[in-house]
């Protein structure tokens, strides 16, 4: 997982300055072996989040990108504009579970792109929603701490951070990321839940007529 060329981005889509108000989302999806249960719901609630949110009015007012991650972190869909982001179109569980590293280098490409959009006096709302059924394989101190400081930096920008647990305790994963707790939920295992709380996340993003996408407060409602 690279560094995007985040003046290259603003290169090909100069309307996107033109709005003085835009929203950067990123979507973060486990792809590890215990993710095999679910089999291909998690490219399909994808999917769903990202078509539904094309059907906005405003569409053209967000940017944003998809990373899946094991022991490696792929960009499925690079940062680009929403209104022509393509669907994901594989997915393949297997692995350990790289978290830690992962969600730091989406935080920092988040900051890197709001940095080059501010500088060019436009407004930047950020969102992070992050998606696992277990705990980081690695736990390396030195990322750790790097990512509890990069996650205070995000929320001081005010970014809004969510985790979500697959069958799998999110409160405390959240605190060891930096991420705020009251915004991490546990949800049940299953198919079914997933779709149930992607469809949360999705009514929950609301893309204005300046491109602001302001998630409501209220966290998916938890099956336990």
Excluded at 150 to 160: C, P, V, W, Y
């Amino acid at each position: 997982m690279e560094r995007t060329d985040a003046e290259a981005i603003l290169r090909a889509h100069p309307e996107m300055l033109a709005r003085g108000e835009i929203t950067i989302f990123g979507l973060l999806m486990d792809r590890s072996g215990s993710m095999q249960r679910y089999g291909d719901t998690p490219r399909a609630v994808i999917n769903g989040h990202i078509g539904k949110l094309q059907l906005d009015a405003n569409a053209d007012g967000a940017l944003g990108f998809v990373v899946t991650f094991a022991d490696d972190s792929r960009w499925d869909i690079p940062p680009q504009p929403l209104a022509a982001m393509p669907l994901m179109s594989s997915y393949q569980a297997e692995g350990n579970t790289k978290l830690y590293e992962t969600v730091l280098k989406a935080l920092r490409e988040l900051m890197a792109l709001k940095g080059k959009f501010l500088a060019q006096g436009v407004k930047v709302n950020l969102i992070l929603t992050v998606f696992t059924d277990g705990e980081d394989s690695y736990n390396i101190r030195s990322i750790i701490d790097e990512l509890v400081q990069t996650s205070g930096l995000a929320l001081e920008a005010q970014a809004k951070l969510e985790l979500i647990g697959i069958g799998h305790p999110a409160k405390a994963i959240a605190r060891a990321m930096g991420f705020p707790p009251q915004d991490a939920v546990q949800i049940e295992g299953s198919e079914e839940a997933m779709h149930r709380t992607m469809a949360g996340v999705t009514q929950r993003t609301h893309i204005t007529m300046m491109g602001c996408s302001v998630p409501s407060t209220p966290a998916p409602p938890s099956s336990h």
